[in-house]
């Protein structure tokens, strides 16, 4: 039972260089979600789909680019690569869009950038 | 907009010793409160949750009230082990906040043999 997958797990990346993080679930949830993680600043969202079809901007989404490809796969691309990128990125799935609900997380993917 | 704090870690303790680690949010709306869990090298999961005021969530020892009037929801555990050993993230769930959850910056503990 494979729940949410990402990949790669670990890339480094040079300065202006662009690549894309997937993220695939097979749990049939609606809601998917691009995160992350920062020492001393937790989660922050970048994007977020609350169904097939639609994506929004989360707390930091310049730099990057989404697509929910279809209700199962939803990817994180980094068209032009920066130090500041360097972070671990986490992708996370949720069967309503969260309230009285549950997050499932990867297991993350860690990016450096150079 | 809605937010978390929790209280700055690292947290060392001794095994068997009394665990808390302070949350309190500020939310618009009526939200549902999570403790999530990242042990070394995983992703985050699902510690305990309380859906409205006065609930009390709890799951492995771990326990959470949803305080409305103090706004706060304090993990706690009366004995911990050194499997307890992870990083610990208070977050909220509201519909009223389009991006549906908010996450503390995580408290991490290190619970010494």
């Known amino acids: 039972n494979a729940g949410v997958t990402q990949t790669p797990k670990f890339q480094v990346l040079k300065t202006g260089q662009s690549m894309t993080l997937q993220c695939a679930q097979d749990?049939?949830?609606?809601?998917m979600y691009w995160y992350r993680q920062d020492p001393g600043m937790g989660l922050r969202l970048i994007y977020y789909?609350?169904?097939?079809?639609?994506?929004d901007k989360g707390e930091v989404p310049n730099g990057y680019n989404v697509s929910r490809l279809n209700k199962r796969e939803f990817s994180l691309r980094l068209e032009s690569a920066a130090p500041s990128q360097t972070s671990v990125y986490f992708c996370?799935?949720?069967?309503?869009?969260?309230?009285?609900?549950?997050?499932?997380f990867g297991e993350g993917s860690r990016l450096t950038v150079l | 907009g809605d937010s978390v704090t929790q209280m700055e870690g690292p947290v060392t303790l001794s095994e068997e010793a009394f665990l808390t680690i302070n949350c309190t949010y500020t939310?618009?709306?009526?939200?549902?409160l999570f403790w999530y869990v990242q042990y070394p090298g995983e992703g985050l999961q699902l510690l305990l949750k309380?859906?409205?005021?006065?609930d009390k969530g709890s799951n492995k020892g771990f326990e959470a009230t949803y305080r409305k009037e103090t706004t706060s929801f304090h993990l706690e555990k009366g004995s911990v082990q050194v499997s307890d050993s992870a990083v610990y993230f208070c977050?909220?769930?509201?519909?009223?906040?389009?991006?549906?959850?908010?996450f503390g910056p995580g408290t991490r503990l290190s619970v010494l043999p």
């Open positions: 996370a799935t949720a069967l309503a869009g969260g309230i009285n609900g549950e997050l499932f």
């Open positions: 749990m049939n949830h609606n809601s």
């Open positions: 789909s609350a169904s097939e079809g639609t994506t």
């Open positions: 939310a618009t709306g009526y939200p549902s």
């Open positions: 309380a859906t409205k005021a006065d």
């Open positions: 977050a909220l769930s509201d519909a009223d906040y389009g991006q549906n959850f908010v």
